[in-house]
């Protein structure tokens, strides 16, 4: 445990009621407590700035090896790349139609500190990515006096998610403005999106209505495009889609993915920004960590961005029937050591812990995995556990987070956690664990 969780854990046990039920006492805006309040670990989660501060540095960095991958391992030849991580040439061209060949540098990477240091799990990249309105906890936890003090004291920082992301939006937005000096955006799910994911969507609403953003909700069916080839939502004009549909919503989409077709020519008019394009699916997909953690590769990279490779990811490999030799026989080997996870998944879901798993079971999920094909095996990282004391209680127990850095165009923008009971599973997901909480990410020197 840190320093400063003993000394946070240590005040709530002598009896400092206001600092224990300061997260249960935060006066919270109504779409966030809808959405969040029955979500919320009883404390927030404390990192070192300057480690926060080096980790965000790599994931840049690796985020630059990753757009640097076809170019380097396949002569730019994207076709070739997206063949090796197991994408099918539909997708791949879903993937790739009203891009740059540049991705917005957006996402969020999720990693786990393992007591020494960071390490990556997955790099979530695209406008699809959930959280951008947690630091709203934040804002809230510093205006309760009972925290605020401790703030204060231990001199704790925090950086506003969601205002890094509305300067992007408004960045981007800016040469197509119709109107007005703030741009309209429209926060688009795929057909049927909205039933189970509105309630995240009005949470971020609400965080972007704070920074003074006009921010509409829709469903990509919902959507029109004038004559101008300006895109509407119930008759409003959006200069901005704020994007949280997926490439495999569209090849899912009764209508196939022509569906999107008005927003890519939109995009490519100039009419209506597209934030983010598809083509980041080219990059989050874990088949491409799996591919600078592997050896094979090694010559392609220099001294130094092997070193940041080495530093920040666990070992990976990408699982098929015309892989390696000897590589399943490797991974069944391994199994208290390893995941599976599927390439182009989240929430972890579909995926498969070794640690978890007989022998048997092990086997036949590798069997799987070779014939779904695209799955990834990655090496367990061990988080650190932290205490966490429960005011309801006054019970402890250990936990473990899986910290969320968010990245846009301007660096580092913020981190939420993820947390588990230490003895409650492998996933941190609230996809796949209801038990999983939400915490509000503050730094330390």
Not at 265 to 273: F, N
Request: some cysteine.
């Amino acid at each position: 445990m840190t320093e400063l969780c003993r000394t946070y854990l240590d005040e709530c046990l002598r009896g400092d009621r206001g600092l224990a039920t300061a997260v249960a006492r935060t006066e919270l805006p109504p779409a966030f407590e809808e959405a969040w309040r029955p979500h919320l670990l009883p404390r927030p989660w404390f990192v070192r700035e300057s480690e926060a501060a080096s980790f965000a540095k790599d994931l840049e960095g690796l985020f630059d090896l990753l757009l640097s991958l076809p170019d380097r391992l396949f002569d730019g030849d994207t076709e070739r790349y997206a063949a090796e991580l197991g994408l099918d040439e539909e997708l791949v061209a879903l993937l790739r139609r009203a891009g740059s060949g540049l991705p917005a540098k957006l996402g969020r990477a999720d990693a786990y500190h393992d007591g020494t240091a960071y390490k990556l799990l997955e790099f979530n990249l695209g406008s699809e990515v959930g959280g951008l309105d947690m630091d709203v906890l934040d804002r809230a936890l510093l205006r309760v006096p009972g925290f605020a003090g401790f703030a204060r004291e231990h001199r704790l920082g925090h950086v506003d998610i969601a205002a890094r992301m509305a300067a992007v939006l408004r960045d981007r937005a800016r040469p197509v403005l119709s109107g007005g000096a703030e741009p309209v955006i429209g926060l688009i799910e795929g057909r049927g999106g909205v039933g189970p994911y509105g309630r995240l969507m009005r949470a971020t609403q609400e965080a972007m209505a704070e920074q003074g953003l006009d921010l509409r909700i829709g469903e990509i069916g919902e959507v029109r495009a004038r004559a101008d080839g300006k895109l509407t939502l119930h008759g409003t004009p959006l200069d901005l889609v704020l994007r949280n549909f997926a490439a495999s919503q569209l090849l899912d989409d009764p209508g196939g993915p022509e569906v999107a077709e008005p927003f890519f020519r939109a995009h490519e008019a100039g009419r209506t920004v597209l934030f983010t394009s598809l083509e980041s699916g080219l990059y989050s997909h874990k088949g491409a960590l799996s591919l600078l953690s592997d050896p094979q590769w090694d010559g392609a990279f220099d001294a130094a961005e092997r070193s940041l490779i080495d530093r920040v990811l666990p070992w990976s490999r990408t699982l098929r029937a015309s892989g390696p030799a000897g590589l399943i026989d490797l991974c069944r080997e391994r199994r208290t050591r390893l995941i599976l996870k599927p390439g182009a998944g989240y929430g972890g879901l579909d995926a498969f812990v070794g640690w978890e798993c007989t022998d048997a079971e092990w086997g036949e999920a590798l069997r799987h995995a070779v014939e779904s094909g695209g799955y990834v095996a990655q090496e367990r990282v061990v988080p650190r556990p932290e205490p966490v004391y429960d005011p309801a209680t006054g019970a402890v127990e250990d936990w473990i987070a899986a910290l969320g850095f968010f990245l846009t165009d301007g660096g580092y923008a913020g981190a939420h956690a993820r947390a588990n009971r230490a003895g409650g599973g492998a996933i941190v997901g609230m996809s796949s664990n209801p038990d999983t909480r939400m915490a509000g990410v503050f730094t330390h020197p």
